[in-house]
Structures are given as C-alpha cells and as structure tokens.
C-alpha cells in the first residue's frame, strides 16, 4: 500500500482555488489515489479517485504526475463548507489506509 | 442514494459490557469495514470482510470480532468493553477492485 504525505494544514480565501498537493512515491502501477474529505464529527466522503490521467467531476479536479509519485486536488472556487480534512490515500486490494490528512481552511 | 447506515449515532455504555455496532448497506457491496478514529492518530482499520462470513484482522483487532452473516450487514463486538475503546467508529463498504468506497456516519462511543 502507498504511503503518502500531505501538508498538516492550508489557509484558502472562499471563492479563490484550493490546492491541496499529497505525495505517493511508494505507490505501485496498478494502485489508484483516493481523494475524500471529513467535515468535523462526520463520515468521509469520497472526492475522487484516478490512475494516472488527470480527473474532474462536479466536486473537485485530479491532477497525478506523469511519474506517478505526487498528485494535486483542485477544488476549483472554494467555499466556506468546504473547510475539512482532505485525505489522500493510496489503495491496498482490499484496504484503504488513510493518514493524517490536510486540514483545509477556508477563510472569508 | 447510495447508504452506509450504522445503528446508532452516539452510544454509552459500561466497562465490562458485550456491546454491538451494527453497520447496513444498501449497495449490494462485497467488502465492508470498520475503523475507528482518534485524535492524532487518524483512521485504523479494525477489520474487514470480502463476503458473507469471511473476515480478515486489519491492524488493530485486539479487543473486537466481527460478524457477517449476511452480505448487506456487518457487525463489530467489543466482547468486554474497556475505556480505551472510547473512540468514534466509522463503517464503510466497497464494491469491485478500484471503486470508492462510502463511509456511514459514524457512531461516537464512549465506555464509562
């Protein structure tokens, strides 16, 4: 499973992007990158997941590198709900191994 | 929709208690597990389950087991409960390889 590393914490003006970069350089050719997120006391929800060609869907926007190992997700205009712990984490077979996480302010 | 439903939201209860967190989904799902999650230490997998009465030991185990006897629900024991299994436990399922997987909303217990 991909051990990754994020940032602790990032400060984003509401309406402004947000991008949140995570590093994966253990991850393996065939393991995908999962973005979720955690609103305080709540489940994660699931962002977006990608193999190695860029992403978007209505939420959020994927960018891997072409080497695989770092990866970046767009959150495109910012709002104040969007403030969260954003994981990135790297997907065993049947396993999914999340860290610490960043924290995600967005600020008025 | 697609749904993760754990049996309850906030639960107290006693040292020493056989105590029961039921998970639902609703997504015909293969895997299902349960994690718990800490201040400073993240998420960490208790177990998991592939199919109907299959489970495997994720990375801290010690002090729970688990029960599948059907696909849609999953089952997590605290045979006696202790304090330090005061935690917010959160249960997710997952289809086929390489989907995402849903999280319920997660059920704070606290062992008094």
């Known amino acids: 499973d991909a051990k990754t590393t994020q940032p602790t914490s990032m400060d984003c003006a509401e309406g402004r992007a947000a991008n949140l970069p995570c590093n994966h350089s253990?991850?393996?050719?065939?393991?995908?990158v999962y973005w979720y997120r955690q609103i305080h006391s709540q489940g994660p929800q699931y962002i977006i997941h990608?193999?190695?060609n860029n992403e978007t869907n209505e939420m959020a926007s994927l960018i891997i590198t072409e080497d695989r190992k770092s990866s970046t997700l767009i959150l495109p205009h910012a709002t104040l709900r969007d403030t969260a712990v954003y994981y990135c984490i790297g997907l065993g077979f049947n396993k999914f191994y999340f860290g610490s996480g960043t924290k995600l302010n967005v600020k008025p | 929709d697609v749904k993760v439903t754990q049996s309850s939201r906030y639960l107290v209860k006693r040292t020493g208690e056989k105590v029961f967190l039921e998970c639902v989904q609703d997504m015909d799902h293969e895997n299902m597990f349960w994690y718990r999650q800490d201040p400073g230490l993240g998420l960490r997998l208790i177990y998991f389950s592939y199919d109907v009465k299959m489970k495997e030991k994720g990375d801290i185990p010690e002090g729970y087991s688990v029960s599948r006897e059907k696909k849609e629900r999953f089952s997590l024991i605290l045979e006696s409960a202790s304090t330090n299994q005061t935690s917010m436990y959160l249960c997710?399922?997952?289809?086929?390889?390489?989907?995402?997987?849903?999280f319920g909303q997660g059920t704070r217990l606290t062992v008094v």
């Open positions: 253990t991850i393996s050719g065939n393991e995908y």
């Open positions: 997710a399922s997952r289809g086929r390889t390489n989907t995402e997987a849903f």
């Open positions: 990608g193999l190695k």
